[in-house]
């Protein structure tokens, strides 16, 4: 299918080391999305790509996480000095436009990565 | 500032009726796209519904209408002849140009059970 794919699917990591989550967004979706939900809670959003440019990084929960985009392709979400807190779903989306008001500004969201920091 | 309230943590409907979930938003701009999104015990988001803020007419896709009444800024979502499978949470969702920040807005979600 030609969905919104993640790797890896599940990561288990000790605490303080470093991970990074992968998404690649549907083919032609200009914007992409990085969201966290904690087991049994709603989305917390993190940060969002307008092509490779995040205008936005406020909700990024601290420095030691970090998102970069290649092109309007692939985006990698870094965790650096894993604390058990981040033990969650990692869930990436995108959509066609960032138009606000029109259809095409829908998300789609992938499979998610779940992450366990022992 | 924009927000999402979900104020039914809990329903529950018997298979084959309909249920409608609530869902109230706030938000200063006057364009601006309301979602609603099932997430199974799977745990994947599946999209279900789109709702503009200029459209006139009540948005419907199969079985799930949005019952939009911009004055009130409500967007509730409408399920009609439940069926076993649609237990699962249901996230209503926004995105305007807030503040000039286009960050999408969730509420906390509405937990639905569907008995035989």
């Known amino acids: 299918g030609a969905g919104v794919s993640q790797s890896p699917s599940n990561k288990v990591t000790e605490k303080g080391k470093d991970v990074e989550l992968r998404c690649d967004p549907i083919?032609?979706?200009?914007?992409l999305y990085w969201y966290r939900q904690r087991l049994g809670q709603g989305l917390e959003f993190l940060i969002y790509?307008?092509?490779?440019?995040?205008?936005?990084k406020s909700g990024l929960p601290s420095d030691r996480f970090s998102a970069e985009r290649t092109g309007e392709s692939v985006s990698t979400l870094t965790i650096q000095r894993t604390q058990q807190e981040d033990s969650a779903v990692y869930l990436c989306?995108?959509?066609?436009?960032?138009?606000?008001?029109?259809?095409?500004?829908?998300?789609?969201f992938g499979p998610g990565t779940r992450l366990t920091v022992l | 500032a924009q927000k999402i309230t979900q104020t039914q943590p809990g329903m529950f409907v018997q298979e084959k009726e309909a249920v409608t979930l609530d869902c109230t938003y706030d938000?200063?701009?006057?364009?601006?796209?309301l979602f609603w999104y099932k997430q199974p015990s799977s745990g994947e988001m599946i999209f279900l519904i789109y709702?503009?803020?200029?459209?006139?007419q009540n948005a419907t896709e199969g079985r799930y209408s949005l019952n939009f009444q911009k004055a009130r800024k409500s967007a509730n979502l409408v399920i009609s002849a439940s069926q076993l499978g649609d237990s699962a949470m249901y996230f209503c969702?926004?995105?305007?140009?807030?503040?000039?920040?286009?960050?999408?807005?969730f509420g906390r979600g509405t937990s639905l059970i569907v008995h035989p």
């Open positions: 709702q503009g803020s200029y459209d006139e």
């Open positions: 938000t200063s701009d006057q364009s601006y796209g």
């Open positions: 083919s032609g979706h200009t914007a």
């Open positions: 969702a926004m995105r305007s140009r807030s503040g000039g920040s286009y960050i999408p807005t």
């Open positions: 989306a995108s959509s066609l436009t960032l138009k606000t008001g029109s259809r095409t500004d829908t998300q789609y």
């Open positions: 790509f307008q092509g490779n440019s995040a205008p936005d």
